[in-house]
């Protein structure tokens, strides 16, 4: 059954696309049920902020297609142009290029890589985890590992969170003198506040629905937490605002942020909405004296050191192009199973029924040595049998073709 990925990302959809894409995790195990019944014979769902993809192996791309867009209230044909459809090898090399972080927005980042362990886990549960996807997810690690390790694009890599920082320096001369607030506690909100936290803010708060886990990120970086329900209390106090949370809806509305801006007396915040869907209301960008970005803004100031891992990126494409073939010799050894199997299985019945007849010959008395010549010249005309027929009848071109490969499977000439 052949492999295909399809899906939709930075580069083929806008913001407004990929946050309507979104696959919550607690609905991820019945969305991959759905999607294996009638339609996949094994599949994986990868959602994160940048993109949204099926792997699968299935004989229906269109009709996976056409649930893709069902399932989050799309017309088919409204969202067919944002998606890419990869057979195969295609599908294959993609998978490679998005676990080495060769896909991503920022080159080279090596959150994708965990997100992509996590869709592992997910079809695992769910039980649509297969042996060739398997195969395709623990080749596409150990790929992601070899290109890191051999390459220099992880390393030349400039982070999302970084080019967070970078943004804010653009509004405030000094981020050492702000107050800087975190609405999250997963990785990327991690990331962020280490990068943040560099640059020694006054204030450094993680906002959580779980005060523990905030206050436990917090800790490490000698700020305070407080709980996501009191964040309207807060707010007109941090000049600096990152939101990276997992909610299917806003955060931050334009009332609440309109109220702490009259609290701060029109002192502008920065704000960075890294989530998807957005935790930032898009109406908030009109107010005066917020400057609001999103992961699609960011695209901008990421992009610059591109020309300079352009060799780093040259070296990874030629590591994943050969793995790519490796792969695919795989797969079509897999193709030949069952073909073995039942070669192995008439060669087995003809052994069988030699010995079994060799043994009758011994019971009667005859003697072993001619037995045993008996037994090996059974053996070898029931072998021979199919491919001199075969041999013999063809004609032509075909004769010559069949001739050809038999000289080559049984080594003649050689």
């Known amino acids: 059954m052949p492999l295909y990925t399809l899906g939709l990302n930075h580069q083929t959809a806008?913001?407004?696309?990929?946050e309507r894409m979104v696959f919550h995790v607690e609905r991820l195990r019945d969305a991959l049920a759905e999607l294996v019944h009638g339609r996949a014979s094994e599949a994986a769902i990868l959602s994160t902020c940048n993109r949204t993809e099926l792997y699968m192996q299935t004989e229906q791309p269109v009709a996976a297609g056409e649930w893709l867009a069902q399932y989050h209230s799309f017309e088919p044909?409204?969202?067919t142009p944002y998606l890419y459809t990869l057979?195969?090898?295609r599908a294959v090399r993609h998978a490679f290029r998005v676990a080495s972080g060769l896909d991503s927005m920022v080159?080279?980042?090596p959150q994708i890589l965990g997100q992509m362990k996590e869709a592992v886990r997910a079809a695992e549960s769910a039980g649509t985890l297969g042996t060739v996807l398997h195969k395709l997810f623990q080749r596409s690690f150990a790929v992601a590992k070899e290109v890191r390790s051999n390459t220099q694009v992880g390393a030349a890599s400039v982070s999302m969170a970084a080019a967070a920082v970078k943004l804010a320096a653009r509004i405030f001369p000094s981020i050492g003198e702000q107050k800087v607030?975190?609405?999250?506690a997963g990785e990327?909100?991690?990331?962020?506040?280490?990068?943040?936290?560099?640059?020694?803010?006054?204030?450094?708060t993680i906002a959580n629905r779980t005060v523990e886990r905030g206050a436990a990120l917090a800790?490490?970086?000698?700020?305070?937490?407080?709980?996501?329900?009191?964040?309207?209390?807060?707010?007109?106090?941090?000049?600096?605002?990152?939101?990276?949370?997992?909610?299917?809806?806003?955060?931050?509305?334009?009332?609440?942020?309109?109220r702490a801006l009259r609290a701060r007396r029109r002192r502008p915040i920065f704000m960075v909405d890294l989530a998807v869907p957005r935790d930032i209301e898009p109406e908030v960008r009109d107010l005066e004296d917020v400057f609001l970005y999103t992961i699609d803004d960011l695209s901008g100031i990421v992009a610059t050191n591109l020309d300079a891992r352009r060799a780093a990126v040259e070296q990874a494409e030629a590591i994943i192009e050969t793995q790519v073939g490796q792969f695919m010799h795989w797969i079509q050894a897999r193709e030949t199973v069952p073909l073995i199997r039942a070669l192995r299985e008439h060669a087995e019945n003809a052994r069988r029924h030699e010995v079994e007849r060799a043994l009758k010959m011994l019971h009667r008395g005859d003697d072993p040595a001619r037995v045993l010549d008996a037994l090996?010249?059974?053996?070898?005309?029931?072998?021979?049998?199919?491919?001199?027929?075969?041999?013999?009848?063809?004609?032509?071109?075909?004769?010559?073709?069949?001739?050809?490969?038999?000289?080559?499977?049984?080594?003649?000439?050689?």
């Open 107 to 109: 080159l080279g980042e």
């Open 181 to 184: 607030l975190f609405i999250g």
């Open 87 to 89: 057979p195969q090898d």
């Open 219 to 258: 800790h490490r970086f000698g700020g305070q937490a407080i709980a996501l329900r009191d964040l309207g209390q807060h707010l007109h106090e941090y000049d600096i605002v990152v939101s990276c949370t997992a909610s299917s809806l806003p955060i931050l509305g334009k009332g609440l942020v309109e």
């Open 188 to 204: 990327m909100i991690e990331l962020c506040a280490t990068h943040f936290a560099a640059q020694n803010p006054v204030r450094l």
């Open 14 to 18: 806008p913001l407004p696309i990929r």
């Open 376 to 414: 090996s010249q059974g053996i070898t005309n029931k072998l021979m049998h199919a491919p001199t027929q075969a041999l013999n009848e063809a004609a032509g071109d075909e004769r010559q073709a069949l001739a050809e490969s038999i000289a080559r499977l049984y080594r003649l000439g050689h």
């Open 77 to 79: 044909a409204a969202l």
